[in-house]
């Protein structure tokens, strides 16, 4: 009698072992309001970028107008007068510097109190 070996049987891997997540670290920045909201820049950056904010609204308030009542009359005056073609491009340029500064401040450094 000839005798036929078993197969030989296979156990399944066992399942990859996942490693646990670390505890998220708070962040070492000053701490926001009560509620926990922590804000991207201070109170003065906002500050100037509204102020550069309004003075570029400022600036194409100046920039507009010079529309006739007759379409078919041109005022040169009007339309290429030194305050449309020189004041309100240098007034928006200045509300962009400023906005663009009011982004790049640092904040001001605030002491963070020690963890127990």
């Known amino acids: 009698m000839s005798t036929v070996p078993k197969p030989q049987q296979t156990t399944p891997p066992p399942p990859p072992v996942r490693p646990t997540p670390a505890p998220a670290k708070k962040p ?3 701490p926001g309001p009560k509620n926990g909201v922590t804000f991207l820049f201070d109170k003065d950056n906002y500050i100037w970028m509204i102020g550069g904010g309004a003075l570029v609204f ?3 308030l100046l920039m ?3 529309r006739s009542a007759n379409p078919h009359e041109f005022h040169y005056d009007e ?9 309100a ?5 200045f509300g962009y510097i400023i906005a663009i500064y009011g982004i790049m401040k640092k904040p001001k450094e605030t002491e963070v109190p020690a963890q127990q």
Do not use: K, N, Y
């Open 58 to 60: 400022i600036g194409f």
């Open 79 to 87: 339309i290429f007068s030194f305050r449309r073609i020189t004041v």
């Open 89 to 93: 491009p240098i007034v928006i340029m």
């Open 28 to 30: 070492v920045s000053a």
């Open 64 to 66: 507009s107008g010079g």
